[in-house]
């Protein structure tokens, strides 16, 4: 029997269900020489603001127990230069290429961003990162300024604002710093996002004992890896029963077995990050891997497995 792996996200047509995070796939031609880019179900470019972006200073990275802080601080080139000399190398993967985009200065710069995209044809479709912790303000700089997605008016301000700007397919990122994620979802499909992804980064901090300063030049960074899977997983689920759009799961997937947990939480397609750090070839191999997996259960479409999960709660 042949599998179907194929999923629609809003107007958006994906091969398959499998796709590269934000921030953890470089401009796609990183990856080349370790597997064919054609492959993947989608990439998700590195989140751009308007204005060119230096990020936050270094040490911005360091491992923990079964993952990784960062706090790159969205380092980019800015929109220009994005458009003019990375979006034509990721067009070249051939594959269908969402532009995750941020605002330094509120909701005015979402639009902005999203109405410029909204004309180019290379785009596929828009992600609004409305969750990154790692933006600073200029006056608290050992402080995160409070996220959009930690308030769902917020969430649902902008939200409707950007999809005023655009008729591609519109995707939230949501954080897991919250206390009721569920509550940012719907917020989300109220306004008209298409889909929500999830989750961001979980708020972490490491301290090197010998020179009892943190690891993370910031203080605090974005915990991700294995680590987080747990959460991400109990907040996929917690979201898909709340919601009726498309959930794009994200969170320590590493094979197989764990992007196999996220569909049957309810998630419809997943996003592949940490993982590429240590195995440029994982978002193939688990590709590979969900297609043997189907046949060997006779199941004929990845949509069946979304919300599978067994749960008398």
């Known amino acids: 029997m042949k599998a179907k792996l194929s999923i629609n996200i809003g107007k958006l047509k994906l091969k398959n269900p ?37 990020g936050n200073p270094p040490p911005r990275t360091c491992e923990t127990p079964a993952g990784m802080l960062n706090s790159i601080g969205l380092e980019n080139p800015g929109l220009d230069a994005f458009i003019n000399c990375k979006l034509p190398v990721l067009v070249k993967t051939g594959v269908p290429v969402i532009v995750s985009i941020a605002s330094e200065s509120g909701w005015p710069e979402f639009v902005e961003l999203a109405g410029c995209l909204d004309k180019l044809k290379e785009v596929a479709a828009i992600e609004i990162n409305i969750s990154c912790p790692n933006i600073r303000s200029t006056k ?21 604002a950007v999809r005023r700007a ?14 009721d994620i569920t509550e940012m979802a719907m917020a989300a499909e109220r306004a008209g996002s298409d889909a929500v992804s999830l989750i961001n980064t979980v708020t972490g901090m490491s301290v090197d004992v010998a020179t009892r300063q943190p690891k993370i030049a ?9 680590a987080i899977r747990p959460i991400a997983v109990r907040m996929v689920w917690e979201v898909y029963r709340k919601i009726k ?13 764990s992007a196999l947990e996220f569909f049957m939480a309810g998630a419809s397609a997943i996003s592949i990050g940490t993982a ?15 297609e043997r997996f189907l046949i060997k259960n006779k199941i004929k479409d990845i949509r069946q497995l979304i919300g599978s999960v067994k749960s008398e709660n």
Do not use: W
């Not at 910031?218 to 294995?226: K, M």
């Not at 759009?245 to 077995?257: L, R, V």
């Not at 240590?278 to 891997?289: C, D, L, Q, V, W």
């Open 18 to 54: 499998v796709m590269a995070a934000s921030g953890t796939f470089g401009y796609a031609e990183e990856f080349s020489g370790f597997m064919d880019l054609k492959k993947l179900g989608a990439v998700v470019s590195k989140t751009i603001t308007l204005r060119p972006r230096q």
């Open 140 to 160: 608290h700089k050992a402080q995160s300024v409070k996220l959009i997605s930690q308030d769902p008016k917020a969430t649902y301000e902008v939200v409707k």
């Open 166 to 179: 655009t008729a591609k397919t519109l995707i939230t990122k949501l954080s897991p710093n919250v206390t």
């Open 218 to 226: 910031c203080v605090t960074g974005g915990l991700s890896g294995p």
């Open 245 to 257: 759009i498309p959930i794009i799961g994200m969170g320590g997937i590493m094979d197989t077995a």
């Open 276 to 290: 590429n750090f240590i195995n440029p070839r994982a978002a193939a191999e688990i590709i590979t891997g969900l």
